[in-house]
């Protein structure tokens, strides 16, 4: 019994560990899954729909992190993140309804943990979209030194 109990709580744990780790890919893998359907729907057969689907599915990961990385307003940084977060999200709220499903809670608690359990998730796949963009370049921090050494220079 004890045995049971311990490897099941092992096994949970790894299923939360993957959760949380893969949660910045959920927007590229469902982009990559529809690009690769609709090109299998096209009759152009099983390679060409997978190699599709992982071309599309990369593009928009790298797309996503470049955006990011460049675009230096705010505004525009959080509706980014939350379109890569949205998707996570969701996954966060269908993973953890089922797994608390399964451990037998009522269907209140299954919604509250489901609820939390998707809050959580995006926030973690908005702070990891973050630092996948990585740290400002040199050159930003040196344009943004020199605008500041001559904060007159663009009034005519």
């Not at 689907?53 to 230096?72: D, N, R, S």
């Not at 509250?112 to 400002?136: D, E, K, N």
């Not at 344009?143 to 001559?150: C, E, F, I, S």
Request: no cysteine; net charge neutral.
């Amino acid at each position: 019994m004890f045995v049971s109990a311990f490897l099941s709580v092992i096994g949970l744990g790894f299923l939360v560990w993957v959760l949380f780790s893969l949660a910045v890919y959920a927007l590229p893998a469902f982009v990559g899954v529809t690009v690769g359907m609709y090109v299998y729907g096209t009759e152009a057969g099983v390679l060409a729909a997978l190699v599709a689907g992982i071309f599309a599915a990369v593009f928009t990961l790298l797309i996503g992190q470049i955006v990011f990385a460049k675009v230096q307003s705010v505004p525009m940084r959080l509706v980014i993140a939350s379109i890569f977060a949205a998707p996570a999200g969701v996954a966060g709220f269908s993973a953890i309804k089922g797994l608390s499903q399964i451990g037998g809670a009522s269907e209140s608690w299954t919604l509250a943990f489901a609820i939390i359990g998707g809050i959580v998730v995006a926030g973690t796949a908005w702070v990891r979209i973050a630092s996948l963009a990585g740290p400002p370049d040199e050159d930003d921090d040196r344009h943004r030194q020199l605008k500041q050494a001559q904060p007159f220079s663009n009034d005519r």
